[in-house]
């Protein structure tokens, strides 16, 4: 992309479809006319690492690179950079391989308050990478596009001199560019395909897939739960080997139609507040054991928001009960996105205790409790907002010196 393409006049409602690639990941999108980049890549795609300063090209927060070249996120129309290689700052590093730059700003110190520092290391990524023989005492002069708020130049000028002086033979590229899912907070215009996997999810109303393909990136939530169960492992082994049973265990599930060689069809709601959800879609059991499972599932939402799931269930003996396990890795776009990856991680192990919980109630021979009714939104959040709490005290009770500093707090 050489220069930014022109679009023809649209309404103000209209949308208008672009495709680029972010971080290695091929994205299509439906978005106003008047989007920014930096709102596009933030709200649709979920990339917030890409901080919105002035929003008139001034402060330099929103750096990013364009077809190799640092270019300011507020000042384009995403819907100009149709076929466009972008690179933002979330694809510079991984959290367990930083790229230098980043390793350098930590070292010396200049992060600072934090919010000027992805538009420092971008910009920075984009000196080193054109000019590698760049002198300490220009750095000054080229850095000044990035305003940086806390006035800590001197620490972020010692840093990226410090790469330059290390990398002379050339700057190591992004490290953190692939395919994977991303995930908007905003569903308005969003098609985000991120992969083939997820493209292909667009049809799953209509018919089963031939098969189910997980993203390759990092999953939104990843889920590694074990509960005991009280009924023996021979009665657990009963509800799984009957799927409609297992099915009716599900908080929310439910199975509309079996269509052989281990595929089925079903549904599930889930309603958190306002936010009502219902998902229709396909499970494949890989594997289908007396005291194992593993599924592959892909769904739908009527809003728009899509779900890929892969799960692992094993039951063990474990004294007279059964120890269940479950490792799942899910993989969400669209409003169920927005609740953050964190909150999400909590509602999804509390409904595998309730999953759980209903499961023992069918080995003692009961039907489950859970049903195909949609999750509680009170006792889900309730319930995992009082897990966080109850986690936060126990780990300010263990604090070194807090008895000692609290005298009167409870115990």
Known sequence: MSTPRTVSHTGHDDLVAVEFTVNGTTVSLKVPARMTLSDALRDNLGLTGTHIGCEHGVCGMCTILIDGDASRACLLFACQLD?????????????DDLHP??????RHHGLQCGFCTPGFLMSSYDLLDHEPDIRREDLPEELSGVICRCTGYRNIIDAVDDVATNHRDGLPGPKNCGQRTLTGRSPVGSTAAADESTAASDTVQDSAPEKISMPS?????AIDVTTLLESPPQDVARVFANIQLLARCLPGAELTEELGGNWYRGRARVALGPIKLSFNGFAHLLEHKSDRMHVLGQAKDTGGGRAQAEIHLLAVPEGTGTRL???A?????GRIAGFGRSLAGDVSRRMFEDFAKAVDQAARGEEPEVGSKPPSAFGILVGAMRDRIRSVRDLRRKAPGRQANNPHEER
Do not use: D
Request: charged share 20%; hydrophobic share 35%.
């Open 83 to 95: 076929g466009a290689q972008i690179t933002t700052v979330e694809g510079l590093g991984k959290p």
């Open 101 to 106: 730059l980043q390793e350098s700003f930590g």
């Open 217 to 221: 990136g990092e999953p939104t939530i």
């Open 325 to 327: 396990q479950a490792e």
């Open 329 to 333: 890795r899910v993989y969400l776009v």
